[in-house]
C-alpha cells in the first residue's frame, strides 16, 4: 500500500526525472551526460544544505562545493559542508576549504570601520567572539580563522575530509579549464575565492557558463532606519560586505551571465506549518530543518539555488550595470550601486547583471520540498 505522500512523490518526482537533462551518444559512440555542471560556494551552516539537494534534484552534476568565510569562518563552514553531506551519503561530492580572509578586509579593519560608520547589525565571522553562543549551537566568530565549535555542528562532526592539496579558488580554475563553458557558477557567500579565481585566470571568468550569486541588496537603508535591528540585519547584505573588495573584482569580471538574488531571497520566510510539512517525510534533511532551522530567517540559499534552477520561477526582474563600493571612508563600503546604460562609468569596465525581484513562492515551496523529502545519495548520481 502506498504511504499518503507515496502518489504525490511518485508525480513530482517523475515529473523532475522527465526534465533532467538526459545521456546523449557522441560521434564515436561513447555515452556522454548532458547534466549541467555547477560549483557551489557558500558558509554552510548546519540548515544551509538546500542548495545542493535542489541542484542534485534538478538532475544537475554538482561538482564540488566550497566553504568560504562571511555568516563564519571558512574552516568551519568547510566542516558543515562535509557533515552535511555525509549524512545523506552524499560523500562522494568533494569539498574545498575556500580562502580564511577576504583581500583586504579583517575583524581589526571591521571594527574600525564600524567606529566610525557605526557597526553592521549582522557582522558574521568578525563579530566578537562569544563562547556562550556557541555553545548554544552559533558558529563561531571573532578574530580566529582557525577556531571551531563542535556544538555548533549540530548535524555531527564530520568522519570525511576535504581536498586538502587543492585550495578552493584552485578548484575552481582548474574545474573550469576543464569543463570550458559548462559550469555554473553559485555563491550564497562571500565573493573571495571566486575573485581570487579571476585574478589567478583572467580567462576562468568568460569560460564560465554564468555566476549566480545570493547578495546584492538595494535601497534597504529606510528600513533599516525605520524597523527593527532585526530587519535592518536581513539588509546587511553580508556577503558582499565582509569582502567589498573581493565582490567588486568577482561582479566586474566577465561572466557570460550574472544573476544577483538580494531582496528577492528576503521573500520567503518559512511558516512552521511548512517546516511541519517538510518532516512529515523523515530524513537526516528534514530533522535538521524542522529542529534548528531559526523561523526568523528567510530562505536566502534555497532561493537562489531555485533561480539558478529553474528560471521560469523569476516573476519579476531588471537588468543594470552594477558597481560595488570599495571606499572604505564611505558609509556605503561593500554595498552596490546601479546604473543604467547612458549613465555608467566610462573609467571603469562594469557588468551588465539581472536582478531578481520576486519569485514564485509556491514553486520555490515545492522545489525545496521535494529536494529535502526525496534527497539522492551516490548510489543514485
Known amino acids: 500500500m502506498l504511504l499518503p505522500w507515496a502518489s504525490s512523490f511518485a508525480l513530482l518526482f517523475g ?4 526534465s533532467t537533462p538526459a545521456a546523449h551518444a557522441r560521434g564515436d559512440g561513447e555515452v556522454t551526460s548532458a547534466r549541467p555542471k555547477v560549483i557551489l560556494d557558500n558558509d554552510w551552516t548546519t540548515t544551509e544544505f538546500s542548495p545542493f539537494l535542489q541542484a542534485l534534484q534538478a538532475g544537475w552534476d554538482v561538482v564540488g562545493l566550497i566553504g568560504n568565510t562571511a555568516n ?3 574552516k568551519q563552514a568547510t566542516l558543515h559542508a562535509l557533515a552535511t553531506l555525509e549524512i545523506g551519503n552524499l560523500t562522494c561530492i568533494p569539498v574545498y576549504r575556500g580562502a580564511d580572509y577576504p583581500l583586504l578586509n579583517n575583524p581589526g579593519l571591521a571594527r574600525a570601520w564600524g567606529l566610525i560608520h557605526g557597526n553592521l547589525p549582522y557582522q558574521g565571522a568578525f563579530a566578537p567572539q562569544n563562547g556562550p553562543l556557541e555553545q548554544k549551537g552559533h558558529d563561531p566568530s571573532g578574530d580566529d580563522p582557525e577556531r571551531i565549535s563542535r556544538a555548533a555542528l549540530m548535524e555531527g562532526f564530520p568522519n570525511t575530509s576535504h581536498v586538502l592539496d587543492v585550495w578552493g579558488a584552485e578548484f575552481l580554475v582548474q574545474t573550469v579549464r576543464k569543463y570550458p563553458g559548462e559550469v555554473t557558477i553559485f555563491s550564497a557567500g562571500a565573493l573571495t ?12 571568468a568568460k569560460n564560465t557558463k554564468g555566476l549566480f550569486v545570493m547578495g546584492g541588496y538595494m535601497d534597504g537603508n529606510l528600513v533599516q532606519v525605520t524597523g527593527s535591528t532585526y530587519l535592518a540585519s536581513l539588509q546587511s547584505d553580508i556577503n558582499l560586505k565582509i569582502d567589498p573588495e573581493g565582490s567588486k573584482v568577482a561582479l566586474s569580471a566577465p561572466f557570460p551571465s550574472i544573476t544577483l538574488i538580494g531582496n528577492a531571497a528576503n521573500q520567503f520566510i518559512p511558516s512552521e506549518d511548512y517546516l511541519n510539512e517538510l518532516a512529515e517525510v523523515e530524513n537526516p534533511y528534514t530533522r535538521l530543518m524542522h529542529r534548528y532551522y531559526d523561523r526568523r530567517f528567510p ?4 532561493t537562489a539555488a531555485a533561480v539558478m534552477l529553474d528560471p521560469g520561477i523569476v516573476t519579476n526582474s531588471t537588468e543594470f550595470y552594477v558597481d560595488v563600493d570599495t571606499s572604505y571612508a564611505s558609509p556605503s563600503y561593500g554595498t552596490i550601486h546601479a546604473y543604467q546604460e547612458a549613465l555608467k562609468p566610462k573609467a571603469q569596465t ?4 539581472r536582478m531578481v525581484v520576486s519569485v514564485d513562492e509556491e514553486r520555490l515551496k515545492q ?8 534527497p539522492p545519495t551516490c548510489a543514485d548520481l
Open 15 to 18: 515529473a523532475s526525472l522527465a
Open 72 to 74: 563564519s569562518w571558512a
Open 193 to 204: 575565492n571566486i575573485a581570487l579565481a579571476h585574478r589567478i585566470d583572467p580567462t576562468f
Open 299 to 302: 530562505f536566502w540559499d534555497a
Open 350 to 353: 562594469l557588468q551588465k547583471v
Open 367 to 374: 522545489q525545496v520540498k521535494m529536494a529535502l523529502q526525496f
